[in-house]
T-cell receptor, first 113, second 112 residues
Framework: AAGVIQSPRHLIKEKRETATLKCYPI?????VYWYQQGPGQDPQFLIS???????DKGSIPDRFSAQQFSDYHSELNMSSLELGDSALYFC????????????FGPGTRLTVL | GENVEQHPSTLSVQEGDSAVIKCTYS??????FPWYKQELGKGPQLIID?????GEKKDQRIAVTLNKTAKHFSLHITETQPEDSAVYFC???????????FGAGTILRVKS
C-alpha cells in the first residue's frame, strides 16, 4: 500500500539558511500534519492542514511556514535556521479530519551546522 | 491543554513474556488514543488505537485497554518477540485541543 512520502530524507544546512521540506500524503488523504522530533524525544506537533486550509497550529516558530497545495501535498518552509532546529521532521496524513488515524512518513533528518 | 504521561521509560522483557506500557492523560475531553511503534531511523507506525466509546481492543498479540474514569490507557503485548523491540509512544487526541499529544515514549527491549 502507498505510504506517506517525504523529501528529502536528509538535509544539511548552515545557520541562517532556509530549507523546504516536502510531504506527499497517502492517496485520497486530505489532512496533513507536521511534527518535529528531537533526539530521544516524542514528536511535537507543529501545524496541520485540512482540505488545503490550515486547521491547527502547535509549537511552530514564526520562522517556519507551511501550506497545502491543490494536489494535497504540503511543504514546510524553514527560514533563518538555528542549531536547535536540527531534528527529525515527520509528516503524517489522514482521511476525513483530525480524529482519524494518522499515518507517518519516514521523516526528513535536518542537520543545521 | 492535554498532558500525557507514559511509564515506564524503558522496559526489558524475555522473549515470550508479556509487556505492558501505561499512559495517563489529563484532558477528560480526549476521545481517541493511538499507539505508535518507532524503529530506529523510521517514522512512527500506528499499531493499534482505541476510541472513548470502547474499553478494550485486541489485534493478535496486541491489546489496548482504556479506563475513561481514571483517565488511563495501556498497551499489552503478549508472547513478545525480538522484532517487538522499538520505542512505543502513546498519544491522546482532544477535539478541543485539536491535535495529538504524545507521551514521552517507552524503549522496549525483548531479549532472546
Amino acid at each position: 500500500a502507498a505510504g506517506v512520502i517525504q523529501s528529502p530524507r536528509h538535509l544539511i544546512k548552515e545557520k541562517r539558511e532556509t530549507a523546504t521540506l516536502k510531504c506527499y500524503p497517502i492517496p485520497r488523504h486530505d489532512t496533513v500534519y507536521w511534527y518535529q522530533q528531537g533526539p530521544g524525544q516524542d514528536p511535537q506537533f507543529l501545524i496541520s492542514f485540512y482540505e488545503k486550509m490550515q486547521s491547527d497550529k502547535g509549537s511552530i516558530p514564526d520562522r517556519f511556514s507551511a501550506q497545502q497545495f491543490s494536489d494535497y501535498h504540503s511543504e514546510l518552509n524553514m527560514s533563518s535556521l538555528e542549531l536547535g532546529d536540527s531534528a527529525l521532521y515527520f509528516c503524517a496524513s489522514s482521511s476525513g479530519g483530525l480524529i482519524n488515524e494518522q499515518f507517518f512518513g519516514p521523516g526528513t533528518r535536518l542537520t543545521v551546522l | 491543554g492535554e498532558n500525557v504521561e507514559q511509564h515506564p521509560s524503558t522496559l526489558s522483557v524475555q522473549e515470550g513474556d508479556s509487556a505492558v506500557i501505561k499512559c495517563t492523560y489529563s484532558d477528560s475531553a480526549s476521545n481517541y488514543f493511538p499507539w505508535y511503534k518507532q524503529e530506529l531511523g523510521k517514522g512512527p507506525q500506528l499499531i493499534i488505537d482505541i476510541r472513548s466509546n470502547v474499553g478494550e481492543k485486541k489485534d493478535q498479540r496486541i491489546a489496548v485497554t482504556l479506563n475513561k474514569t481514571a483517565k488511563h490507557f495501556s498497551l499489552h503485548i503478549t508472547e513478545t518477540q525480538p522484532e517487538d523491540s522499538a520505542v512505543y509512544f502513546c498519544a491522546a487526541y482532544s477535539e478541543y485541543g485539536n491535535k495529538l499529544v504524545f507521551g514521552a515514549g517507552t524503549i522496549l527491549r525483548v531479549k532472546s
